[in-house]
């Protein structure tokens, strides 16, 4: 049995006991817009109100960029220069690792906007569990 001490912030239905939080949802990030924006690095983040990882990643992938851009103008494909080549190759593998990190970053940032609101109260673990906001008593029912 699973027993749920969150007052006047859930509702459990006792049918099926489905929990209904209800938060402030117009405060918490939309998952799907902060991956979205994350196509400009660092914009998912700004989105999620983390300034310091956008600056982080924006300054990664611009840096990664800037010696992409570098390796290619080095690297001549008629002289075929296999140190040049790897270069090239590797700096483009480190912005494309930079840009997918930036995306899950902001995604699972979004979606776990709330999650630092709870506390999982494992002194009653493993009978039931009971999950409480910080800040708010719990109840015991």
Known sequence: MLTFSV????????????VEIAADSSRLPNPRIA????????????YNQRPLKAILFAGVFSYYTV???DASQ???????DPVLHRNRNDEAWMMGLTWT???LDA???????????????DSVLPDSIAIKTRGVPASNE
Do not use: K, M, W
């Open 7 to 18: 007052p006047a912030l859930c509702q459990v239905d006792s049918l099926t006991t489905e």
């Open 35 to 46: 991956l979205l924006l994350s196509v400009l690095p660092g914009a998912g983040q700004v």
């Open 67 to 69: 010696r992409f851009v």
């Open 74 to 80: 080095a690297y001549d494909p008629d002289v075929g």
């Open 101 to 103: 990190l930036n995306l």
């Open 107 to 121: 995604f699972i940032d979004a979606q776990l906007a709330d999650f630092r609101n709870y506390d999982i109260d």
